[in-house]
């Protein structure tokens, strides 16, 4: 299995960027690819084109009229090896979205939890929205990686005191 990061560039340099601390603890599960608008990374492409991956949405990052307009519809997680998570604010994260037309071509699945975010450093997050490392572990539990989970989930908990 490999999760990968959308990042938009400015997460690269907030101390309060969650994906980071996914990527330093994940036994090199997660990777981190840069966002360029107008220069897809074409791994991540030919992944999508050939239906090898899917793309997390949480609650948060999409309306019932987003879904519902959407041309491809929610699939199962399990049945994907390749997850793509956009990491940035709600805000970049939207715009990394409706900028690259190959994202709305990729399978989605939307992650439904019964929980809201823990997450205590950044502001205006949307109710029912996880940041990063939690959509992260949601698919770890969801993929049996029970135990990398949990040692996440820890490492989040100290990161967000």
């Keep these: 299995m490999k999760i990968f990061l959308l990042t938009h560039e ?3 340099h907030r101390a309060t960027n969650t994906g980071s601390l996914a990527i330093e603890n994940s036994n090199q599960i997660v990777e981190r690819i840069l966002w360029e608008r107008v220069n897809p990374n074409k791994d991540l492409t030919r992944l999508i084109e050939n239906n090898e991956a899917v793309l997390l949405y949480s609650k948060g990052e999409s309306s019932a009229e987003e879904e519902s307009s959407s041309a491809v519809s929610s699939v199962l997680i399990e049945e994907y090896e390749n997850i793509i998570i956009i990491d940035g604010t709600w805000q970049e994260s939207k715009k990394i979205f409706n900028q690259s037309s190959y994202l709305k071509n990729a399978p ?17 997050q949307p109710k029912g929205g996880l940041c990063t490392i939690e959509c992260i572990i949601e698919v770890l539990r969801i993929k049996g990686q029970h135990e990398m989970a949990a040692d996440l989930s820890l490492k989040f908990d100290q990161f967000n005191g």
């Design 108 to 124: 989605h699945f939307t992650l439904k939890t019964a929980n809201d975010s823990l997450y205590k450093l950044r502001a205006n």
């Design 10 to 12: 400015r997460e690269l």
